[in-house]
């Protein structure tokens, strides 16, 4: 499942491919827009090495919305403008979220109290690259930034698309969480919600009609 815009994805098909008739069939339900389709013969023996970098702070706060680039005919993926601001296209889901400020606590490890972000939030990362070693002559560095979470949004065909809760957890099995499965309730969990999570949804866009 492709998620999210515009982007490379790459996919192990060792398993899938028959060697005496290797030809492949993707079918969809979605309307996806591919420019091109490569298939790789054989592994990347490319020497590497992978250096992590922890954050070195993390502020989250509201940035707005980014413009949507013009496509009259409908024939191009949504694209944005990324540096350029717009007016808000949807409100946030009713519920609670993580407060804005420094929320560096709450990244580095892989758990079930993450940082709760909504529509027209934002999440500014520092990190400190001063202690990376320097690149051997003819290497160059790229970077891979690694994230652990989820995304909802408001399409009335997704199941709980109206609201924050219930959050997913890691150890669930499906989601909505099926019954006997329940996010984590202990002294920890707790004390993140009531430390951290306490941000209301905001509202972004006026009602369209008036209320009586």
């Not at 500014?124 to 202690?131: E, H, I, L, R, V």
């Amino acid at each position: 499942f492709p998620a999210g815009k515009t982007k490379t994805m790459v996919l192990d098909v060792t398993d899938i491919v028959r060697r005496d008739d290797p030809r492949l069939r993707m079918t969809t339900t979605l309307q996806l827009s591919l420019d091109a389709v490569r298939v790789c013969l054989d592994s990347d023996d490319a020497p590497f090495t992978d250096t992590r970098v922890d954050v070195t702070s993390a502020e989250l706060g509201y940035r707005g919305f980014s413009r949507a680039q013009p496509n009259p005919d409908g024939t191009l993926p949504e694209r944005f403008a990324y540096g350029d601001l717009a007016e808000p296209r949807w409100n946030q889901h009713p519920g609670l979220y993580t407060k804005y400020g420094e929320v560096t606590p709450l990244l580095g490890v892989a758990d079930d109290m993450d940082v709760i972000l909504g529509a027209g939030d934002a999440l500014w990362f520092t990190f400190d690259a001063a202690g990376l070693p320097p690149l051997p002559a003819g290497w160059t560095r790229d970077w891979l930034l690694e994230l652990d979470g989820w995304a909802k949004d408001g399409d009335p065909n997704t199941l709980c698309a109206q609201s924050v809760e219930p959050l997913p957890f890691h150890a669930m099995t499906g989601y909505p969480p099926p019954p006997g499965e329940n996010f984590p309730d202990d002294a920890a969990h707790r004390q993140w919600r009531e430390e951290w999570i306490t941000r209301p949804g905001a509202v972004l866009l006026p009602p369209l009609a008036g209320t009586r």
